[in-house]
């Protein structure tokens, strides 16, 4: 099952990400996670992009691609995946549907949570951290820029597969066991 899940930063993409990837057992590729361990590793593509996410704005479009695509040829990747925070802009849908070419995605999921619902978890995760770790782009300024970037550039792209017919939008409100039970609805019985 080749998925993208979709939503504003603070939807719980990443936390139910690991619950779908668990039970789905496909690899978790997480444009964030990828190029936060770069950063970490202070590897020269991590240098290029630092400064970028703590801004809170996206890296270059063609960059990240390579980055999905060389992850995307990896065996393990090879009977399904689970896209987290990629495709972000409609250039990387076209950049992804070249990567994915003659297949396609599944589905995208769109976790759907009001502003006010993200705007609140965000802030508290920038004072309690995500998990005991405070992100180094969890702060008002990059949280408030962060928003902005998501409805301007990268709404558009669930346009895009709703479209297509593969947007499918999930109430994101809600106990992170009560979301995942409506994402498992969705998605069939397969992984449970
Ligand atoms: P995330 O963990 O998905 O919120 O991503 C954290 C930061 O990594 C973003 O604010 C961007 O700077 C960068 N990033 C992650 N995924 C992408 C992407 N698909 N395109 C561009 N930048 C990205």
Known sequence: MRLALFGPPGAGKGTQAAKIVAAWRIPHISTGDMLRAEVRSGSELGGRVKAIMDSGHLVPDELIAEVVAARLKQPDAAPGFLLDGFPRTPRQVELLDGILAPANLDRMILLDVPDAVVEQRLLG????????????????????????????????????????GLLARVDGTGTVEQVFARIADLLGAGGR
């Open 125 to 164: 995760r920038a004072v309690t951290g995500d998990g005991g770790q405070v992100r180094a782009d969890d702060n008002l300024e990059t949280i408030r820029k962060r928003l902005a970037v998501y409805r301007g550039e990268t709404m558009p792209v669930a346009e895009v597969y709703q479209r297509r």
